[in-house]
């Protein structure tokens, strides 16, 4: 039996694989793979090939920073008492072990045992266990944190398997206690021990034993990292963290030696865990069905373009009442704005109450001298965050013709006008990034102090946050006809739909569209950036901050402008728009 | 009324469709009929202006679909054979917003009468994920009748339907060329084509092969009997010999 699971194992990697190099042949993925490697490589490999990288390999200790290495054993032996703990704080209804349909249509009715199943999976899971450890490697593995990147690769692997396997083995307890009431307490009574058992003590831990904080006067971080030492040594803590450590120590190995005796115990463990999902008498065939089809589900809607749903679908409410007669483009707005599902105006209130409240609160409560450090912060990170939306916010609200060019069939069929289902499709992401955006902006022009003569008054903030309330919609509107028109033109290099496609071309294709449509977004401001700097420089001296909006308006105008040609262009190129050419990949 | 007149739809190189020519008169159904990959599915999407054709002319109700596209598509329904719906759009919101698509004047005795006759009035604040297949079909049908169109095009319509379904869908397909509609069926079902359709158009490899009703299409056969089925003229005119593998 294990010859076959081994062949499918074999046969469905290999394939896999086989199929992404296929795909190379088109242009558009090798191009895309070269980014995404290159990319790779300047973010993370050039520091692990470059001579300095060698000389760390070739000198273990160069690397390690000593001081570092007991905080950050009890750092992250915290960090996984706490993620074992949290199951069984949070209880979910899951099987824990999960097959597709098509294990589930053949391996259940095989003649294969339920523990060879286990097995099987428990095996089929390291796929995913070495893949996550590779891309954890590549994030966390740079810096000088780690003795030597091998002991911190093979450690990723243990603690990863480690907690996969105790993910199963939690499901598996919980699904037999829920099942089985009483029978399943009797026979899963050690793993209940063992849980209260930790909980109990960490109760008294809490209670007795916590050591007291250094005084304020005296804190440093010298003493703040003596204070965490005392408290994972302190009380039944230091029993709790023992497999715990022993499962990071293995990474934080000063040499060779130390790495293999610390590999030890750490192996134990998994091993352990292992044979505790094994071992584990519990049905998990009709919960595994029930998450497989639920699988396939969110699969399915994932390729028509629908949202990838990880909890059921609700009903909306409407944002407005759709009269039957009007323009018709406002069905499409109106459509996607339910599906974009933010808008109801009381959730936008409540953001927005919860926000000014929280802001409120804060700058009232500090002291003092922090209330206008406080002030800077959160008005630049407000300024900040608007920045970013203008430029980024248009690739990631995609509710336009990037989700409903999988629809396109249907809305081929509309007697519509191009431009009407440009128009449509476009209104919604620039709605919600001009509400995002302009709220940001209040915040900003709210709380930051004054700088020089600027925001001194009311006056001068109000004037700057109408000419910000002029320009953000157009601005909103340039982006998103940016992003739709990269969907039209070249429907291959766009992840149409609400899901985003994985791997290295996937994301080499994001970042080689990101670079385009950024460049494109600077040419087309450029023109009203033009316009509102000549008008604000030539005004400013006669009008002062009232020039803002007054400066605003032409080039709010030509904006507009642009966005009418670009609609008007982009219209006509949906109506020659050939589904069966441009999307034949997609079908 | 759909006129089509050679019609040709080319992928690359690939003829998908060559110089396709027919009519359908208002109030008859006509089928649609080939092997598979014989350009039906292609010659629907030609029609409704989902695909451009590189050549040919597409007229509804007398609106050609390259001039007047809109004025053509007002008057034109098409039901594909998977259901596409919007999933965050309830059964009533996919009516309220075709209603306003199509500007459906008296639209709520429209919406009205279709949810009863459809049985969809159980289920009208539902997603499509709450619906089963057979309902959702009901829907696409619900949303493709609501602007009383003159020009229907069904694509594989009892595809995944149960025999209600079934039953409800026939008699929706004549209700609707009773009134006077236009109507394209295409499908693999030749029982159900037999039934329908009052012409049948078969394709093979983008073209056509034969066109007219059964009993035309037989007297042109010559080798065959005058009351041969449809099943047996697709066989002869596509050139297989239908044989049951089984039965050897």
């Not at chain 1, 990292?225 to 499962?247: D, H, M, N, Q, T």
């Amino acid at each position: 039996m294990t010859a076959a699971f081994v062949f499918y194992l074999y046969c469905s990697l290999k394939n896999r694989i086989r199929t992404r190099v296929q795909r190379l042949r088109q242009p558009r993925y090798l191009i895309s793979l070269v980014a995404g490697l290159l990319y790779l490589y300047l973010v993370f490999f050039r520091q692990f090939l470059s001579r300095d990288g060698m000389r760390v390999l070739r000198n273990p200790s160069a690397r390690a920073e000593p001081d570092l290495l007991p905080l950050m054993e009890t750092g992250f032996a915290l960090l996984l008492f706490g993620i074992v703990l949290l199951p069984w704080i949070f209880p979910r209804r899951n099987p824990g072990i999960s097959f597709t349909e098509a294990e589930i249509q053949f391996l259940f009715p095989a003649p294969i045992t339920r523990r060879a199943l286990l097995h099987f999976r428990l095996v089929k899971s390291q796929l995913a266990i070495l893949f996550g450890v590779l891309i954890s490697f590549l994030i966390f593995g740079r810096g000088r944190s780690f003795s030597h990147p091998f002991y911190f690769l093979v450690d990723l692997w243990m603690v990863y398997s480690f907690l996969a396997f105790y993910r199963m083995g939690t499901a598996l307890v919980q699904t037999s206690l829920a099942e089985h009431g009483a029978t399943g307490i009797r026979r899963h009574l050690w793993v209940l021990v063992l849980v209260a058992g930790a909980v109990f003590s960490v109760f008294v831990w809490l209670r007795w034993f916590v050591p007291s904080l250094p005084p304020r006067k005296g804190l440093t971080p010298e003493s703040i990292v003596a204070w965490i030492s005392e408290l994972a040594r302190s009380g039944p803590a230091f029993y709790i963290l023992l497999p715990f450590r022993a499962l990071v120590r293995p990474a934080l190995a000063p040499e060779p030696v130390s790495f293999l005796l610390s590999l030890i115990p750490a192996l134990l463990l998994v091993l352990l865990c292992y044979a505790w999902v094994l071992r584990s008498d519990v049905s998990f065939e009709e919960a595994s069905l029930e998450r497989a089809e639920r699988m396939a589900r969110r699969i399915e809607a994932a390729r028509k373009g629908g949202p990838l749903l990880f909890a059921a679908a609700r009903v909306r409410r409407p944002p407005f009442d759709l009269a039957p007669g009007g323009p018709a483009f406002l069905a499409i707005f109106w459509k996607n704005l339910i599906g974009a599902g933010r808008f109801g105006f009381g959730r936008v209130l409540s953001v927005v109450l919860i926000a000014a409240t929280g802001v409120l609160f804060s700058l009232v409560s500090v002291s003092a001298p922090n209330r206008e450090m406080l002030a800077v912060v959160v008005g630049s990170a407000a300024v900040g965050i608007a920045s970013f939306l203008v430029v980024f916010g248009p690739v990631v609200q995609r509710d336009d013709l990037r989700v409903d060019l999988q629809y396109v069939d249907l809305i081929k069929t509309y007697p519509l006008p191009g431009w009407a289902v440009v128009l449509g499709e476009i209104l919604t992401p620039a709605l919600i990034l001009t509400g995002q955006q302009c709220g940001l902006v209040l915040v900003a022009l709210s709380v930051l102090p004054p700088v020089d003569e600027y925001l001194s008054s009311l006056y001068q903030r109000a004037m700057y946050a109408l000419g910000a309330f002029i320009l953000i919609p157009c601005l909103s509107l340039i982006g998103v006809l940016i992003q739709n028109a990269a969907a039209l033109l070249v429907p291959g290099w766009v992840a149409l739909g609400k899901a985003q496609p994985q791997g290295i071309e996937a994301m080499g294709q994001r970042m080689i569209t990101m670079i385009a449509s950024l460049v494109v977004l600077l040419f087309a401001v450029i023109p009203g950036a033009a316009v509102f700097g000549f008008a604000f420089l030539t005004g400013y001296w006669l009008l002062g901050p009232a020039m803002v909006p007054l400066a605003a308006l032409p080039a709010a105008a030509g904006l507009l402008l642009e966005a009418a040609v670009i609609v008007a262009w982009l219209g006509r190129l949906f109506e020659k728009f050939d589904p069966s050419l441009e999307l034949r990949e997609t079908d | 009324m759909i006129e089509v007149n050679g019609l040709t739809k080319i992928y690359g190189t690939y003829p998908a469709v060559t110089d396709l020519s027919f009519r359908v008169e208002p109030g008859e159904v006509m089928g649609l009929v080939g092997p598979n990959g014989a350009g039906k599915t292609t010659t629907l999407r030609c029609i409704t202006g989902i695909i451009p054709s590189t050549r040919g002319e597409v007229r509804i109700c007398e609106f050609a679909l390259r001039n007047n596209p809109l004025a053509a598509k007002r008057r034109l329904s098409f039901m594909p054979d998977e259901p596409r719906l919007f999933d965050y759009l309830t059964v009533m919101e996919h009516l309220q917003f075709i209603t306003r698509i199509y500007g459906v004047e008296n639209w709520e005795e429209k919406v009205h009468s279709l949810v009863d006759e459809l049985d969809l009035g159980e289920k009208k604040d539902s997603l499509p994920a709450e619906l089963s297949r057979g309902m959702k079909q009901k829907l696409v049908i619900a949303c493709g009748l609501l602007h009383s169109p003159k020009a229907l095009l069904f694509d594989e319509p009892l595809t995944g339907l149960d025999p209600i379904g079934i039953r409800h869908m026939k008699s929706t397909i004549l209700k609707r060329a009773a009134e006077g509609a236009a109507i394209i069926v295409s499908s693999h079902l030749l029982h159900l084509v037999e039934e329908l359709c009052d012409r049948i158009l078969i394709l093979k490899e983008g073209k056509k092969i034969i066109h007219g009703s059964l009993e035309e299409i037989s007297r042109s056969l010559p080798e065959l009997r005058g009351d041969a089925s449809l099943e047996e003229i697709f066989f002869r005119v596509t050139g297989h010999s239908g044989n049951d593998p089984s039965a050897r």
